[in-house]
């Protein structure tokens, strides 16, 4: 084969890589104009307490609630009714390439939210001096929080303590304004999320993700595959501000 059709070849593989990048970005940035300016539902003088434990509720998954994703519709079976209360340490909104890297989980779970409690909430500065935490995901598509220290022995907290006080939790927005809301969420923020934990199934009856339903969980043979909660949030409380 001459060089020449190998040039065109490789301009065409060139060009389509391109092409979809583009198209690819140009979803990513119309899903950011259309998640931004959430609107205030209502204030409140009820300030946040991120002291406490997460409120869990088991339900037992005898009830079942339609979704619908960003393309697709899913059934989420509730296994609990859930409040969680704390301050944003990572944050993955997972938004771009999503065309490129999209799977089932992704079309549902639009923001990945890392929230402490507890004293590692009232002491945020002494954490981040003695723990790197991040929200990601890989390419294998898994979506993970990692959180480490260089030097245990140096750290206010064990190990067991910061990962029974610290959750990564894959977010079902019950309405476009939670969405927007979650989408504002910076790092540092206190908030308070309230909905349930829920498995996730296509309208078809097949599993996708199981949440977690313990804070103690940490690897991947737990409930949540992983020890990760996924919620189905009706109401962000972010300082003051009340979104529904």
């Known amino acids: 084969m001459s060089n020449k059709v190998f040039d065109i070849i490789g301009g065409t593989c060139f060009f389509t890589i391109v092409i979809v990048v583009m198209c690819s970005l140009a979803t990513d940035f119309g899903l950011w104009i259309e998640y931004s300016f959430p609107k205030?539902?209502?204030?409140?003088?009820?300030?946040?307490?991120?002291?406490?434990?997460?409120?869990?509720?088991?339900?037992?998954?005898?009830?079942?609630?339609?979704?619908?994703?960003?393309?697709?519709?899913?059934?989420?079976?509730?296994?609990?009714?859930?409040?969680?209360?704390?301050?944003?340490?990572?944050?993955?909104?997972?938004?771009?390439?999503?065309?490129?890297?999209?799977?089932?989980?992704?079309?549902?779970?639009?923001v990945d939210l890392g929230i402490v409690w507890g004293d590692l909430s009232t002491n945020?500065?002494?954490?981040?001096?003695?723990?790197?935490?991040?929200?990601?995901?890989?390419?294998?598509?898994?979506?993970?929080?990692?959180?480490?220290?260089?030097?245990?022995?140096?750290s206010p907290w064990s190990l067991s303590y910061v990962s029974s006080h610290i959750s990564h939790t894959h977010l079902i927005p019950a309405t476009a304004n939670v969405m927007k809301a979650l989408s504002s969420v910076k790092k540092r923020d206190i908030v308070k999320l309230d909905g349930y934990l829920v498995d996730i199934y296509t309208d078809k009856t097949k599993l996708?993700?199981?949440?977690?339903?313990?804070?103690?969980?940490?690897?991947?043979?737990?409930?949540?595959?992983g020890a990760c909660e996924v919620m189905y949030v009706k109401q962000v409380q972010i300082g003051n501000k009340i979104y529904r």
Request: charged share 30%.
């Open 40 to 110: 205030v539902t209502e204030t409140t003088t009820q300030i946040i307490d991120t002291t406490k434990e997460p409120i869990q509720k088991n339900l037992g998954g005898k009830d079942y609630l339609k979704a619908k994703g960003e393309r697709k519709k899913f059934v989420l079976q509730l296994q609990a009714e859930y409040t969680l209360a704390g301050v944003v340490v990572a944050k993955n909104t997972n938004f771009w390439f999503r065309d490129i890297m999209r799977n089932d989980f992704d079309d549902i779970c639009l």
């Open 124 to 154: 945020i500065e002494k954490l981040h001096k003695h723990w790197k935490i991040k929200s990601r995901k890989t390419l294998g598509e898994a979506r993970m929080l990692t959180w480490y220290t260089k030097d245990l022995r140096k």
């Open 208 to 225: 996708i993700s199981r949440t977690s339903l313990s804070r103690t969980d940490t690897d991947p043979t737990s409930r949540g595959s």
